[in-house]
Structure formats: structure tokens, C-alpha cells
């Protein structure tokens, strides 16, 4: 892993040591508004099999387990996943795995495919793979479901427009909805 990257890491574990909810997703009304609004943007129906790329403490996850057969949640923090692991010690149908996205992708067929607030925090190389990766993904029949926030940070390479109008030009023609709001942008794009 290079420096910047373990730079990365340190700050997210460093956050979530010094608070179990370091962005106010239990008590945050934009996080509540953000959480319906992705719930209401997946595919409609019964999903099977669901894929979150960064959970972080789980507060989205334990959500999206009520509306799937099986969840496999990931996140590079391995204080995160703790703090995870506690809020679902009683939901059965969720994996948490400390995975590094894209480079630790996983392998497995999946109906839905969630990135909410995390492609905006990937250097440009990284982004590309998973841009890549998800495109695929797309190919084998998951709908993709990405979420950003639309403000300005100080660390994400990033911003969240500039991702979903970089998912806009590249997977295109999978585009099946635009959620824009004020504080944060949905896109799903679903398979063929």
C-alpha cells in the first residue's frame, strides 16, 4: 500500500477512534434524508444479493439488510467494521469484510451494487479501476447505485459531481436514474 494511502487509512481510523459516530449518521437529518432517498433508488422489489462499498458503522447497512436476502459490507477501516459489527450483532443476513476498494473487490454475483459517499475519497487511478470494475458489474447484471455529497471537502481528490459526471460519460448507457439533490446526487445505472 503506498503513503498516501496508509495516510488515508490513519485518518479514517484516527476518526472513528475519537468518535463511534464521526459524521452524525445516527442523529444527522441529512444522513436520514440520504438513506431514504438511496433506499427509494434501488431497484424495485426483493434484492438477493447486495454489495456496499464503504459501510462504515453500519447505520446505512443495517437498512439495506431489511430490504435484501444477503448483504456483504466493506470497509477499509478496521475501527469502522468494529463499530459495525456491534450495531448488527442480531441482523443474520449481513457479512462485514475489511476490504480496500478496488484493489480488494470482491468476487461474487450481486443484484445491487451500493457506493454511497466513498468514490469522491479515490485518486484518479483508483477510480478508473473502479469505474472499470463496476462496469463489469453492470455486464453481469447489478444494477449500480452510487451516492455522493455535492459540497466542497479539504482531503477527497474528488468531488462528488465530478465522479457522477465521470460515471455519466462512462456508463452511460446504463443510466437509469438521476436523483440530484441540494446536498448530495444519486445515480443507478442498471444492467441491460
Known amino acids: 500500500m503506498s503513503a498516501t494511502k496508509k495516510a488515508g487509512v490513519a485518518r479514517f481510523e484516527a476518526l472513528y477512534a475519537n468518535s463511534s459516530d464521526p459524521w452524525g449518521y445516527d442523529t444527522s437529518a441529512y444522513e436520514r434524508t440520504k438513506y431514504l432517498d438511496t433506499l427509494a433508488a434501488l431497484p424495485a422489489g426483493g434484492i438477493a444479493r447486495a454489495l456496499e462499498v464503504g459501510c462504515s458503522i453500519g447505520a446505512f447497512t443495517q437498512l439495506l439488510a431489511a430490504r435484501c436476502g444477503r448483504v456483504l459490507a466493506l470497509d477499509f477501516s478496521q475501527q469502522a467494521l ?6 448488527l450483532a442480531g441482523v443474520a443476513n ?5 476490504a480496500r476498494f478496488p484493489e480488494q473487490a470482491p468476487r461474487g454475483e450481486w443484484e445491487a451494487i451500493v457506493c454511497s459517499e466513498v468514490l469522491y475519497y479515490l485518486d484518479a487511478p483508483a477510480l478508473a479501476r473502479a469505474i472499470d470494475w463496476l462496469h463489469a458489474r453492470l455486464r453481469a447484471g447489478a444494477s449500480v447505485l452510487a451516492v455522493s455529497w455535492r459540497g466542497v471537502g479539504a482531503d477527497e481528490p474528488f468531488l462528488g459531481d465530478e465522479v457522477h459526471d465521470r460515471l455519466l460519460r462512462e456508463l452511460g448507457p446504463w443510466h437509469a436514474l438521476d436523483g440530484r439533490r441540494e446536498g448530495y446526487r444519486l445515480d443507478r445505472f442498471d444492467p441491460r
Open 82 to 87: 468494529a463499530l459495525a459489527r456491534e450495531r
Open 94 to 98: 449481513v457479512e462485514l469484510r475489511h
